[in-house]
């Protein structure tokens, strides 16, 4: 499959290298590349995993270097999540190899690099991307340096520790952590495995949009999300506007975007009808991993919400709270940043009758 980088700013196009990791203008890259087209009727041959979807991804023809860096990720289950509310399903997407949905997007992100010859990553997180770049690094024999907050949950700087990572801890905001993750990338020409800036994570984290398709064999009305970089909240949009360009799906679900109170720029921004946010300061919150005060991806994040005439919700951290206790008694004990998207949804006014999918996107495990 050939593909370039190209500017969604300039438009500028950039080679496939591992030394590029955005415009020479500042400007985000996505991924220009051919139509991608499905056959359904492969489906039924293919493992229960996200790889069964490898036709849509951006590899060489015949590329099996994916076999040597899976783990299984991916294919998780749809399930109701009350009897009461049919309609209303979550995605368990914790029930992945690190516990995270961020093992979509840093497989494929991997096994890019594996096929690029990339022999050293560099990466930055509030957690959950770290651990996931760190486990596939380890996996696929590529070594990692993982840039994290000092106030990162200990838990998940244990799991990147060991996987065997080059844990490099910055004292200051999330947007501090990237700074000094790129500086690095800048100073040692090492390839940027960044979930944010890298165009190939969103490759794999746009399986989440695949697998509810073929799950509910349509598509749902809503999706519910929580966005901070909005890695999984693109990467669905790219993925439903795939199989509606392959003529699958009727429509693109509408997106609701959740985001902390405390911390909300996207939801300020869509508010005020800006084409991107404005970087604010944003208060402590207990979604650490929504807590982000300048998120690079903004422009495509709101042009996401709004083409699929979505809306943007933000939660008070009572709610987060209330929201966590709630899903634990209903048997799914969940990550913080996952208890603020189902507060969300808990203020969502919907129909009982609208298909709703709500992502479980950590384990509580991960939380402190």
Sequence with gaps: MSEYYVCHSCGTKYEITENVCKCKCGGMLDLLKQKVTLDPSKLSERPPTMWRYVDTM????????WRKVTMGEGYT????????????????DYMMPTLSFKDRGAAVLIAKAKELGVTRVIADSSGNAGTAIAAYAKRAGIACDIFLGEGTSPKKIAQVKAHGANVRTVNGTREDVAAAAQKAVNEEKHFYASHVYNPFFYEGTKTYAYEIWEQMKSEPDTLII????GTLLLGAYYGFKELLENGLIKKVPKIVAIQAENCAPLAKAFVNNEIEAEEIKGKETLAEGIAIAAPARSA???????DTNGEILTVNEEEISQARAELADKGFYVEITTAANYAGYLKYNHSLSEKIIIPLCGAGIKSN
């Design 58 to 65: 951006p590899f060489e023809n015949d590329s099996t270097i």
């Design 77 to 92: 289950p749809l399930i109701v999540l009350d009897e009461t509310k049919p309609n209303t399903l979550v995605k368990v």
């Design 226 to 229: 929580p966005v901070g970089n």
């Design 300 to 306: 495509q994040i709101l042009e996401a919400v709004r």
